[in-house]
């Protein structure tokens, strides 16, 4: 079962533009996970924030987390060509269940 | 340098043979798993394991079968019971269940001829 659902599906951007992904889930969540993968590899982890967190840096990326909502956005700023991925975020139930749940991602394409 | 290793990078079967893919860990992490994915799609789980020895169902287990003989190994085979096997593959890594990051693989492409 898919949790996580990105937004938009894909995305262009000019090189130097900030580019914001944002994920909606369903359930209550331990943590929220976003990942990176390049066309035709494995994926990378990027960032993890738990369900008390409301936000989280990393170097130009920048996650925020609205359990209220159920959602969390991934802001990258300052974009760069080796930006361009898709970007998956992932959650990780509570109550004991511990399956990560990845959405279908959104592609971006940032363009020098 | 400590990794996750898959093996291997491109596969093509013929319909009705079983296939096994490779997936080797030397980070020392308990917990593998395997995870099928589809063009445009997200991730889907196969089968995961915490332990050697033991090994769990995820949501699409049908048609796929596995084994945990030692820590470093977690190999996944495709068997012909399993309809539609062209998929991308990918294996990964955490240091236990609840720990959140995974590891991943480069991933595998299968694709039945």
């Known amino acids: 079962s898919q949790q996580g659902e990105e937004d938009p599906q894909a995305l262009s951007i000019q090189e130097g533009e900030n580019a914001t992904m944002n994920c909606s889930y369903k359930t209550s969540i331990n943590n929220l996970q976003w990942y990176r993968q390049n066309s035709g590899r494995g994926l990378v982890h990027l960032i993890l924030?738990?369900?008390?967190?409301r936000e989280k840096h990393s170097g130009r990326l920048r996650v925020t987390l609205d359990t209220s909502k159920k959602s969390s956005s991934l802001l990258i700023t300052a974009s760069r060509a080796a930006d361009t991925a898709s970007y998956f975020c992932a959650t990780e139930p509570g109550a004991g269940s511990y399956q990560l749940t990845f959405g279908k991602g959104t592609k971006l394409s940032v363009i020098p | 340098d400590g990794g996750i290793t898959q093996s291997p990078k491109y596969l093509f079967r013929k319909e009705g043979q079983n296939v096994t893919l490779s997936c080797e860990q030397n980070l020392n992490h308990d917990a593998m798993y395997w995870y099928r994915q589809d063009p445009g799609q997200g991730l889907r789980l196969i089968y995961y394991s915490q332990i050697v020895n033991d090994f769990q169902k995820g949501d699409i287990a049908e048609g796929y079968s596995v084994s945990r003989e030692k820590k470093e190994s977690f190999p996944l085979t495709v068997t012909s019971a399993q309809k539609n096997p062209t998929a991308f593959y990918l294996c990964a890594s955490s240091t236990g269940l609840t720990t959140g990051e995974l590891f991943f693989g480069e991933g595998s492409r299968l694709t039945v001829l």
């Open positions: 924030i738990r369900s008390n967190e």
